[in-house]
């Protein structure tokens, strides 16, 4: 699998709605052990998805069909990923360190958060961004507005991680390498990194051999500091 194959031009296929696939998010979430790495990040992207479904209702954002649509097919290539790894199929280079480490006892709920936060949004999401884009026949001009709504959200998501799955403040003397860690990693640079990513996509549309390289190395960079965020620290 190319990190460009869900790209409609190369894939038509139709776009589930925002309650299918928080629907599908919460199949996952009780089919794994709560400890388990995938779940830990489905439980924290879930409640990102319902929040942005909510939203959606309430009129938050300018264009409502082209940002559900951009949510639907970001959630796709999570949910694609899970569903690949679990029929034993090829998955994105990002997304393998957190299947490979999903079960480590010595790696913590907050290290998988991160790494899946961090398969998601700097992968995921510049390719979710081009598909919409091409899906709906509309430039970047198109979501740029309801895309930094949508990084309210998130960067919300991240503080709310932080506060939940950080250990107290006595394990935080002993695991003074996972505070260096997630000090190291920030959700706002990643968003703005998939932004310029998506631009840099979207400009090679028109040379199909540059784009899949593009997007082959961004899949690679973004897999080793996946790999980076699991190192294990607990004994």
Avoid: K
């Avoid at 194959?5 to 139709?14: K, M």
């Avoid at 199949?27 to 924290?44: K, W």
């Avoid at 198109?142 to 960067?155: A, C, K, Q, S």
């Avoid at 840099?200 to 540059?210: I, K, M, Q, T, V």
């Amino acid at each position: 699998m190319t990190s460009t194959d869900q790209v409609p031009a190369q894939r038509a296929v139709s776009s589930a709605s925002i309650a299918e696939v928080t629907a599908r998010m919460r199949e996952i979430g009780a089919s794994l052990p709560r400890q388990d790495g995938v779940a830990v990040f489905d439980r924290v992207y879930l409640s990102v998805t319902e929040e942005l479904e909510r939203r959606l209702v309430s009129g938050h954002f300018a264009d409502r069909a082209a940002t559900g649509e951009l949510g639907t097919r970001f959630a796709r290539r999570f949910l694609d990923a899970v569903d690949a790894e679990a029929a034993g199929l090829r998955t994105p280079a990002c997304w393998r360190p957190l299947f490979r480490f999903r079960r480590h006892p010595s790696v913590h709920p907050l290290q998988f958060a991160l790494a899946g936060i961090n398969a998601h949004i700097c992968h995921d999401l510049p390719l979710a961004l081009v598909d919409t884009c091409q899906a709906l026949g509309v430039g970047p001009e198109t979501l740029e507005t309801d895309f930094e709504r949508i990084g309210e959200l998130l960067t919300g998501l991240e503080e709310r991680i932080r506060e939940e799955l950080m250990p107290g403040p006595d394990l935080l003397d002993v695991a003074d390498p996972l505070t260096h860690l997630i000090g190291a990693w920030s959700l706002e640079r990643a968003r703005c990194g998939a932004w310029a990513a998506f631009r840099a996509l979207w400009g090679l549309r028109p040379f199909g051999e540059l784009l899949e390289d593009m997007a082959d190395g961004l899949d690679s960079t973004v897999a080793m500091t996946g790999r980076c965020l699991l190192t294990p620290l607990w004994h």
